[in-house]
């Protein structure tokens, strides 16, 4: 069965406290990983799409890394507008399937 | 109007009402979601829409009636909900199933 893992489920830090949170897949194809923020009461917001091993994108202070089991989300330097939930989800190679979304992390930044 | 638009975005209703929610998307996609989630829970997937057919139903309860007339616009109906329904109902559209999903704001739905 494809399975999203996401780790830690919650995760607190203090404003500038750098970190990682992380995501771990297991899926008979990975076609590609996609990161969302979601704040309360929102919609998600899409923010990365990975699609091989060794890739990494980078917005403001994120930064997602991809390997062959799990992907990274970096947050360097977070600020308190970075507290939201982070959603990590993953398209399979048979491409005919919605994304398969993880449970999520939730961050809170404090200042 | 961009992306994907939801209405109402609020709905307080009871349980012997029937209502609707509305969902547009601006994006030419050909997929199209629906999706439950209640307070600090997952996404729960309800239903998926590719080229105006329907592909899957996730054991949703039949109180739920999706719609898709053209691939632009998404409808949920409801009736006779219970309480348990109350969450934020979120819709989201891709340009095939396994691409990029784009969310619409939700509507946040309170049933009495």
């Known amino acids: 069965e494809d399975q999203v893992t996401q780790s830690p489920e919650a995760l607190r830090l203090q404003e500038g406290e750098s970190s990682s949170l992380n995501c771990s897949y297991t899926?008979?194809?990975?076609?590609?990983l996609f990161w969302y923020r979601q704040d309360p009461g929102k919609g998600p917001e899409f923010l990365f799409t990975l699609y091989s091993a060794g890739e990494e994108k980078e917005k403001e202070r994120l930064k997602a890394t991809l390997t062959k089991k799990e992907s990274f989300l970096h947050i360097t330097a977070p600020k308190p507008e970075d507290s939201a939930t982070y959603l990590c989800?993953?398209?399979?190679?048979?491409?005919?399937?919605?994304?398969?979304f993880g449970k999520g992390t939730r961050l809170s930044v404090i200042a | 109007e961009t992306g994907v638009t939801q209405t109402p975005r609020h709905l307080v209703m009871g349980m012997t009402n029937k209502k609707s929610l509305k969902c547009e998307q601006h994006?030419?996609?050909?997929?199209m979601y629906w999706y439950k989630q209640s307070a600090k829970k997952p996404l729960e997937l309800m239903f998926v829409y590719s080229l105006e057919e329907r592909v899957e139903n996730n054991s949703v309860p039949s109180r739920f009636s999706p719609e898709c007339p053209n691939s632009s616009h998404l409808f949920l109906h409801l009736h006779t909900l219970q309480p348990e329904d109350s969450a934020l109902y979120l819709c989201?559209?891709?340009?095939?199933?396994?691409?990029?999903?784009?969310f619409g704001p939700g509507t946040r739905l309170l049933v009495l």
């Open positions: 989201a559209s891709s340009q095939d199933l396994g691409g990029t999903q784009y």
């Open positions: 994006l030419g996609h050909n997929a």
């Open positions: 989800a993953v398209s399979l190679n048979s491409g005919n399937t919605p994304l398969v």
């Open positions: 899926v008979s194809g990975l076609r590609g």
